[in-house]
DNA sequence: CTGTTTACGATTTTT
DNA sequence: TCGTAAACAG
């Protein structure tokens, strides 16, 4: 029997206890939220609720797994089987059983590479942009796309909104976007954001499905609620809608996918959506010291009052945070390398971590971890089934469930010399129009494509698992990937092999392949003890260290210069600052260069630090300077204090800063309420006005020149 | 039509 | 500096 009086804490215990009706669990950074979902899983289990009438859905696939590894603990004996997952994969296994119309001959999942190859396709086949020097790039189309969907938006609307520079070509990219559906329709595929509304319409338009799910389903959970989308939400209600027996958990200072449509008004109106909605709060944060809890706090001051939250925590022992200021980008990869080194004498490897914001931050601490030989692991970033060499073999794959699947196709075809892209679509309509003549003629002429065609056939004709058949694909592939990649295909094969490891645990293989596209398989390499965790910010949600440095915290990488295209932008980046930030539990460093490497500026140039850092009051941080003959020296409270007298003194405890008024209304969020217009500046010209940077400065957006903050002094307000 | 060379342009975050 | 895309040559 588990105590769980004795094992949560009141507002834990209240949310594990309720199980009937609808419920929202606002849970701050570290405050036990999946000890919570652990119990309460638990006790649905010893209420007599049986594991397959419970649905949970999560942010990745590995939370779920995590979460219900611990319920089976707690209970002893394995939890059963609960449905569990992402948003994504959830309706994949409902798709699947029930294909929409038009996909009953199969169905592919697209994952982002495959995506933008077919939208270049598209793109070429309309010919449309050729010859256009300056026409948006794929990857830009298919963001844009994507965020039109996601939002449920108007393409003309995001691109006026968002992209104003792109408005020009607004028809172009309608046309684009239209081809590009028509095009998975006719190949039986399905984008990531196909998936949420096929499912939609799948349920609204059989209502006996939607009973049958709903009755299945009688408790549902959702995590990182923060973070789902409109489509996402109404899942839910369609779902949830008879029974009500709805959790949904999450924290809205936590929203950091607002680019990909994430909405944090869905977790505000979670209870109009659901009334009579049992409300629980945790705020008792169990991860972090309070002198790190006290810096994160710091961080949402700055926001509007609908995300204010101060976080508490019995934990008083524990250093200041360090901010840590090297010279440049290049000497901060020097720095964080020894920090790791004297952190390693303290915490577990895989206890300490370094956070970015982008993908290519790392670059240079990646080069001097493998030159000090210490080990890492990265998340974020290059994945690895975007690896060409796994794209490969698994077209192969891909093509022998679904015979349509023309991305596949094209692939193995291009891979063969001779063949293009026109050659390749020749032979697939050959095949598909069954002219067994043409085909034959055509691939007499490449016999190799033949060989891939006729393994595709035989793997077709037999039942194997997923093993045997990659098996018999990379004996076939091998030979072609030492004539692909002369270079490098010992590290290749070595990768392949991983693959099979992956499809061995499978015995479905259509599942085997929607999962990697769904998400990348978790690198649980053999040794990763010790091994130190490289992140981007994004991908280090909902994961913790003893020890984590962020780095590169200056204007225009953190918070990013792209990212900044509207005022409300800036509050997600601080939010991301505050995930960041919240990771730690003991030791947080914070680095801040004094210039960065930009091919632009042909080579060093000074940087302005972060403004998420700039406006800590001095005394939650100790500071370290980097000197110019190396190594650190440490600067004094006193002498900070002078320093900083003549740009604007620190604001104190208890000082509100600009937006947050002390009452925190409705939980309405408000645009900043400062209405921001535009401005001159006698060298950098009309700018856009971004945010007032207390008290005599604003930060603005020159056109050409990116984001400055400058005195008010400086500028020619326009009214 | 394909394969190679040259030139240019550019850098987020993810299911 | 790297990778992609247009231009060019076979």
């Known amino acids: 029997m588990i105590d769980y009086k004795k094992e949560l804490n009141p507002a834990q215990y209240e949310a594990a206890m309720t199980l009937d009706g609808p419920l929202l669990c606002i849970a701050g950074a570290g405050s036990g939220k999946t000890r919570t979902v652990v119990y309460r899983l638990a006790n649905m289990v010893e209420q007599g609720i049986a594991a397959h009438e419970i649905l949970l859905l999560t942010f990745t696939r590995k939370a779920s797994q995590e979460m219900l590894h611990r319920a089976g603990e707690l209970l002893g004996h394995g939890i059963g089987a609960v449905s569990g997952g992402t948003f994504h994969g959830f309706a994949y296994s409902v798709l699947r059983q029930h294909p929409p119309q038009g996909f009953e001959n199969g169905l592919s999942i697209m994952d982002g590479a495959d995506a933008s190859e077919a939208l270049k396709y598209c793109k070429d086949m309309l010919g449309v942009g050729k010859g256009d020097k300056s026409f948006p790039k794929t990857a830009t189309v298919m963001g844009m796309l994507s965020k039109a969907r996601n939002k449920e938006r108007d393409l003309g609307d995001i691109l006026q909104r ?37 499912l939609e319409a799948l349920l609204q338009s059989q209502p006996e499905m939607l009973e049958h799910y709903r009755h299945r389903f009688r408790y549902i959970m959702v995590d990182e609620f923060q973070d789902t989308n409109l489509v996402q939400s109404r899942l839910v209600q369609l779902l949830a809608g008879g029974h009500r027996n709805v959790m949904a958990v999450g924290d809205d200072a936590q929203s950091i996918y607002a680019f990909r449509g994430a909405n944090v008004q869905n977790i505000l109106d979670f209870p109009n959506m659901f009334p009579g909605t049992r409300i629980v709060k945790l705020e008792e944060n169990y991860r972090s010291v309070q002198p790190v809890l006290d810096l994160t706090n710091a961080i949402l001051e700055g926001a509007p009052a609908a995300f204010h939250k101060t976080l508490f925590t019995s934990r008083k022992e524990g250093d200041l945070p360090q901010m840590v200021k090297p010279l440049s980008d290049l000497t901060q990869a020097n720095l964080v390398v020894n920090k790791v080194t004297e952190l390693r004498r303290t915490y577990e490897a895989r206890e300490i971590a370094v956070l970015f914001r982008a993908g290519y931050q790392s670059y240079h601490v990646e080069m001097q971890l493998a030159k000090a030989g210490i080990p890492f692991r990265k998340f974020g970033g290059v994945k690895y089934s975007d690896a060409a060499h796994v794209k490969d073999v698994m077209s192969y794959v891909r093509l022998m469930l679904n015979p349509l699947d023309l991305p596949a196709f094209n692939r193995l075809a291009g891979n063969v010399k001779g063949v293009g892209p026109k050659t390749a679509l020749k032979l697939y309509d050959a095949s598909r129009l069954s002219e067994p003549a043409v085909l034959e003629k055509s691939l007499k002429k490449y ?19 997923p093993v045997e058949v990659l098996e018999e694909v990379l004996e076939h592939y091998k030979p072609r990937l030492m004539q692909l990649y002369p270079d490098d295909y010992p590290r290749r094969e070595h990768g392949l092999e991983q693959l099979v490891q992956i499809a061995a645990t499978y015995r479905d293989l259509d599942l085997f392949v929607s999962d990697l ?3 990348d398989p978790n690198p649980e390499a053999q040794d990763t003890e010790n091994h130190i965790t490289l992140s981007t910010v994004h991908s280090a949600k909902g994961l913790e260290w003893d020890a984590v440095m962020v780095i590169d915290l200056v204007e225009e990488r953190f918070p990013s210069k792209q990212a900044l295209q509207k005022p409300e932008d800036l509050e997600e980046e601080r939010r991301l600052m505050y995930v960041a930030c919240t990771r730690a539990r003991k030791y947080l460093g914070l680095f801040v260069p004094a210039s960065i490497y930009s091919r632009g500026g042909g080579g060093n140039e000074p940087a302005m630090a972060s403004p998420f850092v700039r406006d800590l009051p001095v005394y939650l941080y100790e500071e370290w300077r980097e000197g110019y003959a190396g190594g650190l020296m440490r600067r004094e409270y006193a002498q900070q204090r002078t320093m900083r007298l003549g740009d604007g003194v620190p604001a104190p405890p208890d000082a509100r800063p600009a937006f947050g008024t002390g009452d925190s209304g409705p939980a309405v969020r408000t645009t900043s309420p400062r209405k921001l217009g535009y401005c001159t500046h006698k060298i950098f010209g009309r700018g856009k006005l971004v945010q007032h940077v207390p008290p005599d400065k604003y930060r603005v957006n020159f056109p050409g020149f990116g984001l400055k903050v400058i005195m008010e002094a400086y500028l020619n307000m326009e009214e």
């Open 162 to 198: 968002e992209a104003f520079h792109l408005a020009a070509y607004r028809e172009d990219l309608c046309e684009i976007a239209g081809g590009y559906a028509r095009y998975k329709r006719e190949h039986g595929l399905l984008d990531y954001d196909d998936l949420l509304f096929e």
């Open 447 to 465: 016999p190799d494509f033949g060989k891939d065609l006729a393994l595709v056939d035989a793997l077709r004709r037999q039942r194997l698992e």
């Open 517 to 519: 596209s769904l998400e």
